[in-house]
Each structure stands twice: as structure tokens, then as C-alpha cells.
């Protein structure tokens, strides 16, 4: 039997996007860090910010805009789809 954790990432079964860490560009010169998925920067990012207090557990805080077309059509998703990292 499966047990879900929340602080794991979940591993999918190919349905759904690697969300990478990407490096901003202005004219050539680094402007930021910004969540983008298949080379295409995320919607509603308003700051992201890296944080490496320990090493060991680097995380990314992001801020989104929150949009009714966000909200309106979001598909439902069903997380005993999905298996967890680590087990």
C-alpha cells in the first residue's frame, strides 16, 4: 500500500511537466530567476526567490498572481495517480 507524503515531490507517470529553474535574460544580461516548463516561462510570477539557509534543503518560494482564468477550467487532479519520490 502506497502512503502519500507531503514533503515529497511527486513522481508522476508521465503526464505531467519537469518544472525547471531558469535563468532570465534582458537583452543579453541575467534579470532573474523565473519557474518555467517545456522552455516556457510560468504565468503570474511575481517573485521567486532561492533560499540556501541549509544546504542540504535548497527550496524556491515563487509568488503568483492569481487570475479567474486560473481558477476557471482547472483540471482536477487526482493524486492516487501519482506515485511519491522515495518509496
Request: aromatic letters at 6%; hydrophobic letters at 35%.
Amino acid at each position: 500500500m502506497m502512503q502519500y507524503k507531503q514533503q515529497y515531490n511527486p513522481v508522476g507517470l508521465g503526464d505531467e511537466q519537469d518544472v525547471k529553474l531558469s535563468r532570465l535574460l534582458r537583452h543579453g544580461k541575467f534579470a532573474g530567476y523565473g519557474l518555467s516548463a517545456n522552455g516556457k516561462l510560468l504565468s503570474g510570477q511575481t517573485m521567486v526567490a532561492i533560499n540556501t539557509e541549509a544546504p542540504a534543503t535548497t527550496s524556491v518560494t515563487v509568488s503568483f498572481v492569481v487570475t479567474p482564468s486560473m481558477i476557471d477550467d482547472a483540471p482536477e487532479i487526482h493524486l492516487n495517480d501519482y506515485l511519491i519520490r522515495g518509496q
